[in-house]
């Protein structure tokens, strides 16, 4: 049974470009939430993909979008990209379309902006 | 916005001691998570509490959801070197008519050799 995968592993970009993060769930889940680890730090939530629509939104800009397709993998966008914006952005899985505490977590992608 | 604290921020220890860090809130909350975060992983989910004065255990881990709703807690017992790493208290944080998960900055734990 597959965990949460996502890719790539680590990216490197310049300032003003732009990123395209991917993520696959945990099999028999649906629902994907992306957070964004600064390091030190905790994750901090920056949105969660159900049934294709973007259910809730955390304090993100909307240099930050995503998508998620029919087969509940997902991507994650950046544009116009910061230094800033350099950290590690996690993919979490669950299942529901009601509250589902329970995520699990993929690797991460580290992403290093110069 | 409800935050998250944890303490202590870091702890240093000798193998096979028992450890203790919790997680306090300004704010109730109905659900406590704990997750635990290995160099170059995801955090990976240890225990969750959804009843005030909840105990629960996985293991060589226990965790408390507090009774005011305010604040949990995590204990390990008999401490080993795979336990090193970052452990964060997370919960829900209602937005509109649906929840998203805030966690603290982690209590991250080093065993001395």
């Known amino acids: 049974d597959a965990g949460v995968t996502q890719s790539p592993t680590h990216l490197i970009k310049t300032r003003g470009q732009q990123v395209t993060l991917r993520c696959s769930p945990k099999?028999?889940?649906?629902?994907v939430s992306w957070y964004q680890q600064a390091l030190g730090q905790g994750p901090q939530f920056i949105f969660q993909y159900y049934e294709e629509e973007e259910r809730q939104r955390g304090n993100f800009p909307d240099r930050f979008s995503g998508h998620q397709f029919p087969n509940y993998s997902s991507e994650l966008n950046v544009n116009a990209l910061l230094l800033g914006d350099s950290a590690l952005y996690l993919c979490a899985s669950s299942w529901g379309s009601g509250n589902s505490y329970e995520q699990y977590f993929g690797p991460g992608t580290r992403l290093t902006v110069t | 916005g409800q935050q998250l604290n944890q303490s202590p921020q870091s702890m240093f220890i000798q193998e096979g001691e028992d450890v203790s860090m919790n997680c306090t809130s300004s704010?109730?909350?109905?659900?406590w998570l704990w997750y635990k975060q290995d160099p170059g992983e995801g955090p990976v989910l240890l225990i969750a509490?959804?009843?005030?004065?909840e105990l629960t255990s996985n293991g060589r881990l226990t965790a408390q959801f507090g009774i005011t709703r305010k604040d949990s807690f995590l204990n390990i017992s008999a401490s080993i070197p795979s336990d090193v790493g970052i452990y964060f208290c997370a919960g829900p944080q209602r937005a509109n008519r649906d929840d998203k998960i805030i966690f603290g900055k982690g209590t991250r734990l080093h065993i001395l050799p």
């Open positions: 509490l959804y009843k005030a004065g």
């Open positions: 099999s028999g889940h649906d629902t």
């Open positions: 704010s109730i909350f109905n659900t």
